[in-house]
Antibody, heavy 124, light 111 residues
């Protein structure tokens, strides 16, 4: 069964760090584009970061320079290292798999597999 | 402020039809495929429509999608109380600053 399971959330003080994990089963993380998406309490979905199958990484402006997406191919696991956390980073964090393709000009991707999410609370 | 614009809420009676719009620009909807996600209360988002108008296995044909220019629309017919959820459009964005964008979400109420 294709599945994603997040872990690592919790309560952290402002300025602190946290590392989220997303364990995949049923497919290979390194063969897919993978993303982190977050949802603040009562708010909509916000794209956070992506890692391409080739290893390139991209970030939303709101987390650039503070968050790092990575993967461990041997563990088939995606990570999100979050540093310098702020109150506004409080959210449920979901990992998601992209399916689809692109031709370098047009992008035909969609997020077809989602985890259940892990909650991050930044508060003193 | 989301890059893609959706109405905050829509409502209709059971059995009726509803549409949810999603408006963007040439850097996102205009040149890339749109997908739609359903988020039932307290759960993770679930893929509902991909490639503008395709349904994943297990999604009933009461759900449909379309795209024209820089806008997309989700349609739901034969509304059921179990359809009450938040619905989000999403697509790739070809601008330099972001890779993926979501709409702000639309809360569907089945009266």
């Amino acid at each position: 069964e294709v599945q994603l399971v997040e872990s690592g959330g919790g309560l952290v003080q402002p300025g602190g760090s946290l590392r989220l994990s997303c364990a995949a089963s049923g497919f290979t993380v390194s063969s897919n584009y993978m993303s982190w998406v977050r949802q603040a309490p009562g708010k909509g979905l916000e794209w956070v970061s992506v890692i391409y199958s080739g290893g390139s990484t991209y970030y939303a402006d709101s987390v650039k320079g503070r968050f790092t997406i990575s993967r461990d191919n041997s563990k088939n696991t995606l990570y999100l290292q979050m540093n310098s956390l702020r109150a506004e980073d409080t959210a449920v964090y979901y990992c998601a798999r992209y399916s689809g393709y692109d031709n370098g000009w047009y992008y035909y991707y969609y997020m077809d597999v989602w985890g259940k999410g892990t909650t991050v609370t930044v508060s003193s | 402020q989301s890059v893609l614009t959706q109405p905050p809420s829509v409502s209709a009676a059971p059995g009726q039809k509803v549409t949810i719009s999603c408006s963007g620009s040439s850097s996102n909807i205009g040149n890339n495929y749109v997908s739609w996600y359903q988020q039932l209360p307290g759960t993770a988002p679930k893929l509902l429509i991909y490639d503008n108008n395709k349904r994943p296995s297990g999604i009933p044909d009461r759900f449909s999608g379309s795209k024209s220019g820089t806008s997309a629309t989700l349609g739901i017919t034969g509304l059921q109380t179990g359809d009450e959820a938040d619905y989000y459009c999403g697509t790739w964005d070809s601008s330099l600053s972001v890779n993926w964008v979501f709409g702000g979400g639309t809360k569907l109420t089945v009266l």
